[in-house]
């Protein structure tokens, strides 16, 4: 009975034990599975980001993947240029996604393709195509072109301390606020705008019929849409400012030449230099003095001029009331281009959204975007080339794409605004491009910020060398 009892029991213990050993084998064939799924989908999202072989030759080879990435930087071009921003936001994550182009390559080829994409902005605004007068105001651009330029620098330095999650996080709110901001802005202009039509046409009916009203009096009526909000200054079409002009070139020379004395951190400039070393960061402080120094020339002479012209709008108008809106745009500028720099995106986006808020009209906000985008995308190019480009070929094709595009884009624009009297399709054509740039490039930065939790890597601040 004893004996027949024992052999029970180890029956027993040994079913226990190979039920263990069972489960312990299950669990982890499951760990290992979850492994094994997770690598999987972390390969397929690395495989979906790497480079394209096809892309390595400096001539542009005509495939399916380059096609599509060609029509969606042409609809981008042209979106991007009614609102007179440079439309880097949307080039990067079409060059990465569908033409699988490395974050580098297609950081360079963007530069070139707003620059194209500018050329024909500026192109059409100086040669007055938009009813016979030019909507840029030089007066803007020289008090915030300097800054802006030094804002990039402080950016690019604050994007190499930040960590990449915090930049995506900053990037977000901000572009999500301008582009909340710009709709709201678009949608009371189309509001005000409907008025205007509907009381222009009413006093049409009025003045045809048999009762006619002071106020639909051409002298001393409400004045028409184009000229209540368009305030240009009227200097501008009367001789081209060739002064103004030439101070932005000198500008744009004075930092295109410091940039290529500093070089990157890297130690790649014209000249041989320590990377990080003493001489980069006496070179990159020295931008503050030269941005401060144009910036106080351009007030005082913005000063001088208004005693022989009283009557300037605009920017005079800002000049006149203290010294605290004296500074508004280069204080704009330097934010925007902080904010480009972290970001890696022009500061045309960024830009127009603030001089939009202040009351700048639409058709000056993208003139005068544009003719600043010119200046900096420019420089970025020329930088590249100097600095050992590849691929330049291929970069040229796409800038034609989107200087075509521009053009396009531009005369539709123009035609709907001449036909329907709505300005207000340039504000709407900048929040389309805020809204897609703040969807892809979250989206796109969200997978690397994965991909950095997952491996483990360090997502702390960093030091910028």
Known sequence: MHSKKSKTQNFLTSVTLFLAVCITLRQSHAKESQTASDNQLQNRTQQWRSPQTEFQDTNLKLTTRSAIAGVFCFIAASISSAGGIGGGGLYIPILTILAGLELRTATSFSAFMVTGGSIANVMCNMLGTIGGKSFIDYDIALLSEPCMLLGVSIGVICNLVFPEWLVTVLFAIFLAWSTFKTCTNGFSLWKLESENLKRDHTCGKIENGIVKDEN?????????????????????QLSFPWMKLGVLVLVWFCFSVLYLFRGNRDGQGIITMKPCGAGYWILSTLQIPL?????????????????????????????RRGTSNKLIFPLMALLAGILG?????????????LLLQIGTAPE?????????????????????????????GTALIFAIVCFVASLLGLLVVQKAIQEFGRASLIVFSVSIVMALSTVLITSFEALDIWRDYTSGNYMGFKLPC
């Open 341 to 353: 720099g972290l970001f890696g995106i022009g500061g045309g986006m960024l830009i127009s959204p």
């Open 364 to 392: 000056v906000t993208a003139a005068t975007c544009s003719f600043m985008v010119f200046f900096s995308s420019t420089m970025s190019a020329f930088q590249y080339l100097l600095l050992g480009m590849e691929q330049t």
């Open 216 to 236: 639909c009096d051409g002298s001393e009526g409400v004045k028409s849409y184009e000229e209540r909000l368009l305030s240009v200054d009227e200097s501008n």
């Open 291 to 319: 941005a401060i120094a144009f910036t106080a020339w351009i007030l005082c002479r913005k000063e001088n001029t208004q005693y022989h012209a009283p009557n300037q709008q605009g920017i005079g108008d800002l000049t």
